[in-house]
Nanobody
Framework: QVQLEESGGGLVQAGGSLSVSCAIS????????MGWFRQAPGKEREFVSG????????YYADSVKGRFTISRDNARNTVSLHMNSLKPEDTADYYC?????????????????????WGQGIQVTVSS
């Protein structure tokens, strides 16, 4: 069974930087496309970023483009999200997830219903 565990996160001031990582166990990580989502209190879960199996295809939501960087290390079975120039509106629980098969493109990565496995989430708080 595939298991995902997020780490990192925490509290940072606006304008600062923070990273969250996701470790995957239970299967061959290199077979999976990955995504990061976030959910703020009272709001729906939203797509943040996605990365293909070999890292050659990457997508970002417009709200984080130019500030966040997704990366993966298939040897260490991890995917990371490096967040710069953080804003209070980036405050949310961040989730990593494994994308299912049979779809392609940005709309696929951005659709939470297309993901098969999810981590439990980790909190990121940006103070103003």
């Amino acid at each position: 069974q595939v298991q995902l565990e997020e780490s990192g996160g925490g509290l940072v001031q606006a304008g600062g930087s923070l990273s969250v990582s996701c470790a995957i166990s239970g299967s061959t990580f290199g077979n999976y496309r990955m995504g990061w989502f976030r959910q703020a209190p009272g709001k729906e879960r939203e797509f943040v970023s996605g990365i293909s199996r070999n890292g050659g295809i990457i997508y970002y939501a417009d709200s984080v483009k130019g500030r966040f960087t997704i990366s993966r290390d298939n040897a260490r079975n991890t995917v990371s999200l490096h967040m710069n120039s953080l804003k209070p509106e980036d405050t949310a629980d961040y989730y990593c997830a494994v994308l299912g098969n049979f779809c392609q493109g940005y709309e696929c990565y951005a659709d939470s219903a297309k993901y098969d496995y999810w981590g439990q989430g980790i909190q990121v708080t940006v103070s103003s």
